[in-house]
């Protein structure tokens, strides 16, 4: 009875064993599939795919859509966004998460090529043009990007003046910035292109702002007197310009008249001198008789013969 007892058991035991490895092989075999169909992957349209291989890369740029790599940990996936905009901010200290302003330790202060002290923040943006160099040239881009930006700024801002810095300076500071940036980036071939330098704030110091303001407002002020003196300038110039050609037109008409008349009076002289010289007492008297012409209307006094006088005397009976 015993014996038939243990032999139940025993049985038992075995059909439960078989059991368990029936379900042991299936679960097996699922965990095997599962960690097979692992390896296939998915990039979005906005990423950019990179199949590591124990490490090593061994597939870069992998085009967006469905892709199968070998299953972890014999590789792995990345897949950075390469349409997306990235920020670094300068001047500007984080807070949970949010970018805050504190006066007293985020914001940079830089000194100008003239020895004067000012307050600037900048935002560099920037998206990643190669995801492999991206990954694996630099630990953290971010914090180099920040670096490159201080460092162009200060030898920028070096090279100017404090007042080019303030008025028409900004924009060379953003440009040149961007391109040191840039070119610094490129050397470590980090695969980041730099899409944006933006000044977000610059001004002198807050315990001097109102005297650099003052001096601005003079230079503004100066600005405007000298445009005006131009423009007062370009009015008078052309007027007097314009008054000094009529009067040369004026002299130069005057002096061509005034030859003009006296070539004519000479010509008239010569051809009467020609006359006169072929029958010179006829002309005389004909030139006399005209002349007497001429004036003789003009003469109110009348001179009378002695003659004519006394017997116009006797007539009037004057003089008995």
């Known amino acids: 009875m015993g014996k038939s007892k243990k032999s139940t058991l025993f049985e038992d035991v075995k059909v439960s064993f078989r059991h368990l490895r029936g379900l042991w092989r299936f679960c097996v075999i699922g965990t095997i599939l599962v960690w097979v169909l692992s390896g296939f992957y ?28 070998l299953p972890w940990p014999i590789e792995k996936m990345d897949k950075p966004q390469i349409r997306k905009i990235r920020r670094v901010s300068i001047g500007y200290l984080e807070k949970k998460g949010k970018k805050k302003e504190d006066p007293d330790s985020a914001i940079i202060q830089r000194l100008t090529g003239d020895i004067n002290i000012i307050d600037l923040r900048i935002m560099l943006q920037y998206l990643i043009k190669d995801s492999s160099d991206y990954l694996f040239r630099t630990e953290n881009p971010d914090y180099l990007v920040k670096d490159a930006a201080e460092a162009a700024i200060t030898q920028v801002v070096g090279g100017l003046s404090v007042d080019e810095v303030l008025t028409i300076g900004k924009f060379k500071i953003q440009t040149q910035t961007q391109k040191i940036v840039q070119d610094f980036l490129d050397n470590y071939g980090c695969g980041i292109q730099i899409l944006t330098a933006n000044l977000q704030e610059i001004h002198p110091p807050k315990d001097v702002i109102k005297s650099f303001k003052d001096v601005i407002n003079a230079h503004a002020d100066m600005d405007k007197f000298i445009s005006e003196a131009h423009a007062l300038k370009n009015m008078i110039l052309p007027q007097a310009r314009g008054e000094s050609e009529a009067l040369i037109k004026s ?10 008349r006296a070539l004519g009076d000479s010509s008239r002289f010569l051809a009467v001198l020609e006359e006169y010289q072929k029958a010179p007492e006829v002309n005389r008297v004909r030139l006399y008789l005209e002349t007497m012409e001429k004036i003789g209307p003009k ?21 008995e």
């Open 42 to 69: 998915i990039v979005q349209s906005d990423e950019q795919g990179v199949v590591r291989r124990f490490g090593r890369m061994v597939r870069g740029e992998v085009s967006p859509g469905i892709h199968y790599r």
């Open 299 to 319: 003469i109110k006094k009348c001179i009378i013969s002695p003659r004519l006088s006394e017997g116009l005397m006797k007539i009037y009976g004057i003089g």
């Open 251 to 260: 002299a130069e008409a005057y002096r061509e008249n005034t030859i003009n």
